[in-house]
């Protein structure tokens, strides 16, 4: 899979940085102590670790691109030199906003068995006709666009890409839906700690992958859409705003919205929107 995303990434003229780190793993989770009887804690996931500086605090350096954590600092102790570090430093310095767009995909068919199946409603199509026009009357420079590999999400993405004739699109497996994080409070169905200690990692992985201020050599501020799956969606919510992930299940996205994420250079986030349907008339707009 991450091999094949990095020729699709290539190909889209968006090789680089991020498609190595779709290489690295990360371990999400910790096991659950005591009986149900219990108290229940939620234990920080261990990714969190140490780098957190503690609840409520900001941790400026979220996406390790503060540019000092990007100099090597070994090489310097070699060549010292304030004016060099700060010509070091400014060098990788952030200087564009990256504007994220996080697309839930629209009503689908939820009872077929098989996941080709899970195809789109009418009313699914027409949402994401809805969407693709909204996104298209914003008069953005969108680079690029970014979709899960499921069934509904690419043809959320078909129906969308009509609407943005021009901007290149890639599928990846890494924004499939899954349960990110046991959450909290629990829900009344109940999943075994596996599917969390799977799914858990990649779309943990998905986050550091795709939500990270710019690039240093990015110059412009860009415009970039991911089309996927309110569990993800709601998960990268969470992280970006470095609010607790188990909390993800407490935000609902209606199908077809739009969760709007502003990266801006020095690494603060800002929420612009989250699950927007306003631009839909209410009687498109579905209600579980
Ligand atoms: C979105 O549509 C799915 C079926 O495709 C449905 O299960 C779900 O309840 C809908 N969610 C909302 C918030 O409308």
Redesign the pocket.
């Known amino acids: 899979m991450a091999f094949r995303q990095a020729l699709q990434l290539a190909a889209c003229g968006l090789a680089g940085g991020s498609a190595a780190v779709l290489f690295s793993a990360v371990a999400v989770g910790k096991p659950r102590a005591g009986g149900d009887a219990e108290p229940r804690v939620v234990e920080p996931p261990a990714w969190a670790g140490a780098a957190r500086p503690g609840p409520g605090v900001w941790d400026p350096n979220w996406d390790r691109r503060e540019p000092l954590s990007l100099v090597n600092l070994r090489k310097r102790n070699l060549e010292p030199g304030e004016e060099e570090l700060a010509s070091r430093l400014d060098h990788y310095k952030a200087k564009a906003t990256r504007h994220i767009f996080l697309i839930r995909h629209s ?2 068919h ?1 009872d077929a068995s098989l996941e080709k199946d899970r195809t789109l ?1 009418p009313l ?1 199509r027409e949402q994401a006709e809805l969407t693709g026009l909204r996104l298209a009357s914003l008069g953005l420079k969108f680079n690029k666009i970014v979709h899960s590999s499921m069934t509904r999400a690419i043809e959320t993405t078909d129906i969308i890409s009509k609407h943005l004739p021009g901007v290149c699109r890639v599928s990846t497996d890494l924004l499939r839906e899954g349960a990110p994080i046991e959450p909290d409070p629990p829900v009344s169905h109940w999943k075994p700690e596996a599917v969390y200690y799977e799914d858990g990692a990649r779309i943990e992985a998905a986050f550091r992958n795709y939500i990270h201020r710019a690039d240093a050599k990015q110059q412009e501020d860009s415009y970039e859409i991911f089309i996927c799956h309110a569990n993800v969606i709601r998960y990268i919510v969470c992280r970006a705003l470095q609010f607790p992930p188990e909390g993800w299940l407490r935000l ?4 077809g919205s739009i969760t709007h994420l502003v990266v801006r250079p020095d690494g603060r986030v800002a929420l612009r929107a989250l699950g927007d349907t306003g631009f839909m008339p209410p009687d498109k707009i ?3």
């Open positions: 009503q689908y939820v409603t699914g609902s996205l209606n199908n579905s209600r579980s």
